[in-house]
C-alpha cells in the first residue's frame, strides 16, 4: 500500500517569500510519480508539479520547484515569491505500479499569503 | 479549448433517489476518474476507467455506479444505496494510466441532500 503524509494542517507566508510544504510518501514500488495540485476556494484542482522517482534532478515549473529526497521519501513543495493568489489548499499526491497506478491523496495543506 | 467539463456545478437529491453526475473531456485521453472529497479532506477515488467500456471500483465504489460507452464520457450515478452523499465530487481524465501521468480535472460538482 502507498500512503502521502502532509503534515502542516494550515501555514502562512508573506507575500514575495518563499515557503516549503511538506510531503513524505511510503512505497515499496521502485518506479512511481509525485504530483503537486493546487485547489483554490472555487473547487477546481489544478495540476502543479510533476517528479519521477527515477529523475535525478529536482522538477521546476515556474515559480514551483520540488525538493525531492528519495532516501528520505520527501517530496516537498517550494513556491518562490508568493503571490496572494496562491491562497489555497495544496495537494500531495502519489501513483505507483503497484498500486495500479492510482493516485493517493494526502490530506492538503491550506496556504494563506499575507499581504 | 480542450478540457474536462462537469455538470451540474450543483445538485440536489431527496432521499430514495438515484442522480447522475456528468464529466465530458474533449483531451482525446483514455482515462478517467471519478473522487470523492469531504470537507477538510483529501481526495478519495470511486471508480476510474481506462478504455471504453471498461471500468473498475475504486476504494469507495459502494453506492456509486459509472458506465463508460464513448471515450470523451464518463458519468457518475450516486445511488439511493449511498447513505452519505453530501460532498463535493471531482472527474479527472489522464492520457493514460501510469505512474507518471498527471491527472487533469473539471471544476466539481457539489451534492447536497434535501
Known amino acids: 500500500a502507498q500512503k502521502i503524509t502532509q503534515t502542516q494542517p494550515g501555514m502562512f507566508v508573506q507575500e514575495k517569500e518563499a515557503v516549503t510544504l511538506d510531503c513524505t510518501y511510503d512505497t515499496s514500488d521502485q518506479s512511481y510519480g509525485l504530483f503537486w495540485y493546487k485547489q483554490p476556494s472555487s473547487g477546481e484542482m489544478i495540476f502543479l508539479i510533476y517528479q519521477g522517482s527515477y529523475d535525478e534532478q529536482n522538477a521546476t515549473e515556474g515559480r514551483y520547484s520540488l525538493n525531492f529526497q528519495k532516501a528520505r521519501k520527501s517530496a516537498n513543495l517550494v513556491i518562490s515569491a508568493s503571490q496572494l493568489g496562491d491562497s489555497a489548499m495544496y495537494f500531495c499526491?502519489?501513483?505507483?505500479?503497484?498500486?495500479?497506478?492510482?493516485?493517493?491523496f494526502g490530506g492538503g495543506t491550506r496556504l494563506m499569503v499575507k499581504p | 479549448d480542450g478540457g474536462i467539463t462537469q455538470s451540474p456545478k450543483y445538485l440536489f437529491r431527496k432521499e430514495g433517489q438515484n442522480v447522475t453526475l456528468s464529466c465530458e473531456q474533449n483531451?482525446?485521453?483514455?482515462?478517467m476518474y471519478w473522487y470523492r472529497q469531504d470537507p477538510g479532506q483529501g481526495l478519495r477515488l470511486i471508480y476510474y476507467s481506462q478504455i471504453v467500456n471498461d471500468f473498475q471500483k475504486g476504494d469507495i465504489a459502494e453506492g456509486y455506479s459509472v458506465s463508460r460507452e464513448k471515450k470523451e464520457s464518463f458519468p457518475l450515478t450516486v445511488t439511493s444505496a449511498q447513505k452519505n452523499p453530501t460532498a463535493f465530487y471531482l472527474c479527472?481524465?489522464?492520457?493514460?494510466?501510469?505512474?507518471?501521468?498527471?491527472?487533469?480535472f473539471g471544476d466539481g460538482t457539489r451534492l447536497s441532500i434535501l
Open positions: 483531451l482525446n485521453h483514455d482515462a
Open positions: 479527472a481524465s489522464s492520457l493514460r494510466t501510469g505512474p507518471n501521468q498527471p491527472q487533469h
Open positions: 499526491a502519489m501513483a505507483s505500479n503497484n498500486a495500479g497506478n492510482m493516485l493517493t
